[in-house]
């Protein structure tokens, strides 16, 4: 379905949120997609972020009733030739425990608050 978008920036991912009866393509560079899809942000599902290039599933997480998702991306310092920049899903669950999962710019997956340590080590 992706390979059909219009991408609006250079952002390398897209998330793709999955509920019982649809599926919803979103572009992180679209302005106002959080607001245009405000009635899904807390809706159960499942949450899945997709790199644009190579089309492939980086890391998922469910929502259950109740839990607060959210997309970030922390912006953690510039390297010559770019920017640091780690991409990530999160969510703050019933019991008010937040789990985070982030993609780093070499691919690396960690989880919680590690992000910016192992990004810090890039620059």
Known sequence: MDELMDWQGPNPYYLMLVFEDVAVTVDLDRRGWIADLGELMRK???????????????????????????YVARHIGRVPGGEVTCYGIGKKR???????????????????????????GMI
């Open 44 to 70: 159960e599902g499942t949450w899945h972020l997709f790199r644009k290039e190579p089309r492939s599933v980086v890391f998922s997480m469910a929502v259950l009733e109740g839990e607060q998702p959210y």
């Open 94 to 120: 019933l019991d008010g425990h937040s789990d985070r999962l982030w993609v780093l710019p070499n691919g690396q997956v960690v989880g919680g608050d590690d992000a910016e340590l192992f990004a810090r």
